[in-house]
């Protein structure tokens, strides 16, 4: 999607392993979240970003840490990696203004753990 | 109550009828209720969105019905086709959490030709 890219696009890691997932966009937008997608769940909020270095837990975040050290980059690890979160990673981007919350999504990384 | 709940799973239409998808919530600070549309492979993408002022928003084919005060919305394809085929997701959101949106489950819409 314009604007915003994940790295990398598929990844496939062994249990116990530390991963980090990437997203940098150039959209200059304050705020940044990282979302897991599971069948019969939805997407589901990991940790979201509104600032530089200014960061918070969402609903599933339990194994997920997440660092913004620049406004486009926010990046999602996973500290020891477990089969459980063998999952479908959404960055997603936006400007917050209280006229727009929509969001922009990136394609996403499939993340198998084995 | 941060929960917003959408059926059906999965829906299956003939070229040229009417995909209905519902949703409903429980959380009555939500004041953005957006629908995102997500083919294979890809991100979500915003379709339409609706705030709690107004009963309907339509966009082409695309139409929004809210009602606030039985806290559901549902978004109706008229004329559906089979371009229309993709995993469907309401959303909620409130200006006073930060604007994070609060996902549905999904619904999977097959339109036969």
């Known amino acids: 999607d314009a604007g915003i890219t994940q790295s990398p696009r598929h990844k496939v890691t062994e249990t116990g392993t530390p991963v980090t997932l990437r997203c940098h966009q150039t959209?200059?937008?304050?705020?940044m979240y990282w979302y897991r997608q599971d069948p019969g769940h939805g997407l589901r909020l990991i940790h979201y970003?509104?600032?530089?270095?200014?960061?918070d837990k969402g609903e599933v975040s339990d194994g997920y840490s997440v660092s913004r050290s620049k406004t486009e980059d926010f990046l999602l690890t996973l500290e020891s990696a477990t089969s459980s979160q063998t999952s479908v990673y959404f960055c997603a981007i936006s400007d917050g203004g209280l006229a727009n919350y929509g969001y922009t999504f990136g394609s996403g990384t499939r993340l198998t753990v084995v | 109550q941060q929960q917003v709940k959408q059926s059906p799973q999965s829906l299956i239409v003939q070229k040229g009828g009417i995909s209905i998808i519902n949703c409903a919530y429980e959380n009555t600070a939500f004041d953005y209720f957006p629908w995102y549309q997500q083919f294979p492979g890809k991100g979500p993408a915003l379709l339409i969105a609706?705030?709690?002022?107004?009963s309907e928003k339509k966009e082409g084919r695309f139409t929004i019905s809210f009602n606030k005060s039985a806290k559901q919305f549902s978004l109706h394809i008229m004329d559906s086709q089979p371009g229309d085929s993709a995993t469907y997701f309401c959303?909620?959101?409130?200006?006073?959490?930060?604007?994070?949106?609060?996902f549905g489950q999904g619904t999977e819409l097959s339109v036969k030709p």
């Open positions: 970003s509104y600032g530089v270095k200014d960061t």
């Open positions: 959303a909620a959101s409130s200006g006073n959490q930060g604007g994070k949106l609060i």
């Open positions: 959209e200059n937008h304050r705020y």
């Open positions: 609706i705030r709690p002022d107004v």
